[in-house]
């Protein structure tokens, strides 16, 4: 089924890119690969630097009008907690530059449809088993390796203080989380995939796996190489279905496991 699904997407994928390169069809630069490429860098440039909420902090209190670092920090914290202020802070700017940026780019300078980018239902789930399967097979596997040092240093992202319940801070967290995951495939699988599929035709999904892969840099060396494989695999799917939101699903479902499963090992789960 796997080789199946694969092959017939890499076909299809490759049979659509050769009719767009087909004379006529392309003159010149191809500013569409141009643009989507200086947004993916800088899209990356920028939550790497500005997702950084004491990078902020300081940038503000150096440069910023007076007050404004306090007023930012107040606000986060009066929101949630002082725990959580910095991993919301992220969360927001990856929204912002994994979605906002490139959708009002997708609608206002290429003027598309984000349909045409995987944000569409209809015929989403159509391969669900295949989701399914790498859901059953990725469960132990965080199990297992949530018993790692390292593993439990990095997740949850919001550090639960001991005898502190679920409620309100971690789900808190958790709708966060959900919505960075939902900008990040929309980013990836998304706008980098299909916008660059015309011109690459299948191997866009190695070229999205390349920056994909990096941001896993700074967590478990086992989750960076991991990385690859599931990049290749949600992109091929994505291609596919030529939705993203199966992708949203399985890699939300994975980071709920590896949160609870961190809590478990570390006792604060109840």
């Avoid at 949203?248 to 980071?255: L, M, P």
């Amino acid at each position: 089924m796997l080789r199946r699904v694969f092959l017939n997407t890499y076909l299809r994928a490759e049979a659509e890119a050769r009719e767009q390169r087909l004379p006529g069809r392309f003159q010149g630069v191809d500013l569409k690969v141009i643009s989507v490429c200086i947004i993916v860098a800088l899209s990356l440039t920028m939550i790497n630097y500005v997702g950084e909420l004491v990078y902020v902090l300081d940038a503000l209190d150096r440069l910023g009008p007076a007050g404004a670092d306090e007023r930012l920090w107040s606000g986060l914290t009066n929101f949630s907690n002082e725990r959580l202020a910095g991993p919301i802070w992220w969360a927001c700017v990856t929204v912002v530059f994994y979605f906002v940026v490139p959708a009002l780019f997708i609608r206002l300078a290429l003027k598309e449809p984000l349909s045409d980018y995987g944000l569409k239902l209809r015929g989403a789930f159509k391969d669900y088993g295949l989701y399914l399967l790498m859901f059953v097979v990725m469960f132990p596997v965080v199990l297992l390796v949530s018993g790692a040092a390292g593993f439990q240093a990095k997740y949850p992202f919001y550090q639960m203080a001991r005898g502190e319940s679920l409620l309100p801070y971690f789900w808190q967290w958790e709708v966060f989380y959900f919505l960075q995951f939902f900008a990040l495939e929309f980013f990836f699988r998304g706008f980098m995939l299909h916008g660059l599929k015309h011109r690459f035709g299948y191997y866009a999904v190695f070229v999205m796996t390349m920056p994909y892969c990096m941001i896993h840099f700074r967590k478990p060396f086992l989750e960076a190489l991991a990385a690859i494989i599931a990049g290749v695999i949600l992109g091929t799917l994505s291609l596919k279905s030529r939705s993203i939101l199966p992708g949203v699903a399985i890699h939300y479902s994975i980071a709920i496991v590896m949160d609870l499963a961190a809590l478990w090992r570390k006792n604060l789960l109840w």
